[in-house]
């Protein structure tokens, strides 16, 4: 992306479940630095391309939970969970998808796996509503530990009210992420993230890329 332009996300051949963000062209897929709320510092970095399949999203963050010490009573709030909201307008109309991080209630290792819940709609909307699954799409944690989060998701161009694009392609796209407890929180355009989500004309300008999937090379380690 230039200063002046849209962001232009790669074409690329991803695979979701192979616990790796190798194959991730980089840094052409890394989204320009998230601005982070008043007084902190940022906490993750956002990777967004697409081909045929949909459009894919890798993250790397950090961020402590202290399991031990945030007893609660059935699910997990998720008003206190890590997660990040996407925006999307391909010209059907604005979606809004939110992947939240839900830990184990009890600490069983040192490396506590965490459960990646992909849910349609804003986060406010889901915290208040309830979880709406995203029919056909894929989210996997893979973070080895904390406080490092690690993980990918793919929507299918279904779940975008649209059908496979071409190269060239323009839409406009939010993304924000807000951390344990909401402590802090970072958006493509600086805004919170509830009014970021809730405001589409203002989403940023994206194209998707031309060329060939990129593919990860035979034997690359992940």
């Given at each position: 992306?230039?200063?002046d332009g849209?962001?232009?996300?790669?074409?690329?051949?991803?695979?979701?479940?192979?616990?790796?963000l190798a194959?991730?062209?980089?840094?052409?897929?890394?989204l320009?630095?998230?601005k982070?709320?008043?007084g902190?510092?940022?906490?993750?970095e956002?990777?967004?391309?697409?081909?045929?399949r949909g459009?894919a999203l890798?993250?790397?963050?950090?961020?402590?939970?202290d399991?031990d010490?945030?007893?609660?009573?059935?699910s997990?709030p998720l008003?206190?969970?890590?997660?990040?909201?996407?925006?999307?307008?391909?010209?059907?109309?604005?979606?809004?998808f939110?992947l939240?991080?839900?830990?184990?209630?009890?600490?069983?290792?040192d490396?506590p796996?965490?459960t990646a819940?992909l849910?349609?709609?804003?986060a406010?909307?889901?915290?208040?509503?309830g979880?709406?699954?995203?029919?056909?799409?894929?989210?996997?944690y893979?973070?080895a530990?904390?406080?490092r989060?690690t993980a990918e998701?793919?929507?299918?161009?279904?779940a975008?009210?649209?059908?496979?694009p071409?190269?060239?392609?323009?839409l406009?796209?939010?993304?924000?992420?807000?951390s344990?407890h909401?402590?802090?929180?970072?958006?493509?355009?600086?805004?919170?993230?509830?009014r970021?989500?809730?405001?589409?004309?203002h989403w940023?300008?994206?194209r998707?890329?031309?060329g060939?999937?990129?593919?990860?090379p035979?034997g690359?380690?992940?």
């Amino acid at each position: 992306m230039n200063n002046d332009g849209p962001i232009v996300l790669p074409h690329a051949d991803i695979d979701v479940h192979d616990k790796s963000l190798a194959d991730w062209p980089k840094p052409a897929s890394l989204l320009p630095p998230l601005k982070p709320s008043p007084g902190t510092v940022d906490f993750g970095e956002i990777y967004l391309s697409w081909n045929e399949r949909g459009l894919a999203l890798g993250t790397i963050g950090q961020d402590y939970f202290d399991i031990d010490l945030f007893p609660y009573a059935g699910s997990f709030p998720l008003a206190d969970a890590y997660r990040i909201e996407l925006g999307l307008d391909l010209g059907a109309g604005p979606r809004r998808f939110t992947l939240f991080f839900i830990p184990p209630r009890t600490k069983l290792r040192d490396h506590p796996p965490m459960t990646a819940l992909l849910c349609a709609g804003a986060a406010a909307q889901i915290i208040a509503e309830g979880c709406h699954p995203v029919p056909d799409a894929e989210a996997v944690y893979f973070g080895a530990d904390q406080p490092r989060i690690t993980a990918e998701m793919l929507l299918p161009w279904s779940a975008l009210g649209f059908a496979p694009p071409q190269p060239g392609a323009k839409l406009r796209a939010e993304v924000a992420m807000t951390s344990w407890h909401r402590e802090r929180w970072m958006s493509l355009s600086g805004e919170a993230p509830e009014r970021a989500m809730a405001d589409p004309a203002h989403w940023l300008p994206v194209r998707l890329g031309d060329g060939l999937a990129l593919k990860r090379p035979a034997g690359a380690p992940g």
